[in-house]
């Protein structure tokens, strides 16, 4: 069992940052590939960003690639989103996922835990 709590989110203006945390409770935290998904209202939840389990290697939606930046701390049982070139479209709940597996994956229903979402705005 893994439990994250997401935090970081905000309202910022766009072309600005914002970066968002997920602390995860439990020993195996890098057991888990990790994921940032989003959801914007009437839309479903779309990946971000996904990492590997040391962290080597990260992966993108094309929305995010060249502005975000998804890292992790084993040490610190803690992931990243570190978001760039903020722009309206961006404006979701942001929630961090883990995946019990040491392959990555894009789709939500790969995912096995899941934290409660943190809200990002970003006003034009």
């Known amino acids: 069992q893994v439990q994250l709590v997401e935090s970081g989110g905000g309202l910022v203006q766009a072309g600005g940052s914002l970066r968002l945390s997920c602390a995860a409770s439990g020993r195996t935290f890098s057991s888990y590939v990790m994921g940032w998904f989003r959801q914007a209202p009437g839309k479903e939840r779309e990946f971000v960003s996904s990492?590997?389990?040391?962290?080597?290697?990260?992966y993108y939606a094309d929305s995010a690639k060249g502005r975000f930046t998804i890292s992790r701390d084993n040490a610190k049982n803690t992931v990243y989103l570190q978001m760039n070139s903020l722009k309206p479209e961006d404006t979701a709940v942001y929630y961090c996922a883990a995946r019990y597996s040491r392959d990555t994956a894009s789709s939500s229903h790969d995912y096995d835990f899941w934290g409660q979402g943190t809200q990002v705005t970003v006003s034009s």
């Open positions: 990492i590997t389990r040391s962290g080597g290697r990260t």
